[in-house]
């Protein structure tokens, strides 16, 4: 049977690149961290993709 993913959400499981965001606008965190929160989250997708690939 082919499946199809339509994507992902892109701000987490838990909303941690909203917080990310959120925290980098109040000046609280810098631009490396919120980049890395983005590589973060893109990993976790691709391993789950790469996971259930056929």
Known sequence: ???QNLGFPR?????ELKR???K?????ST???L???GRQER???LEIST????
Request: with cysteine; aromatic share 10%.
């Open 1 to 3: 049977m082919l499946t």
């Open 11 to 15: 701000i987490g499981a838990q909303r």
């Open 35 to 37: 980049q890395e929160t």
């Open 20 to 22: 990310a965001c959120e």
């Open 24 to 28: 980098f606008w109040k000046g609280i």
């Open 31 to 33: 631009l490396e961290e």
């Open 43 to 45: 990993l976790k997708k």
């Open 51 to 54: 996971r259930f690939r056929n």
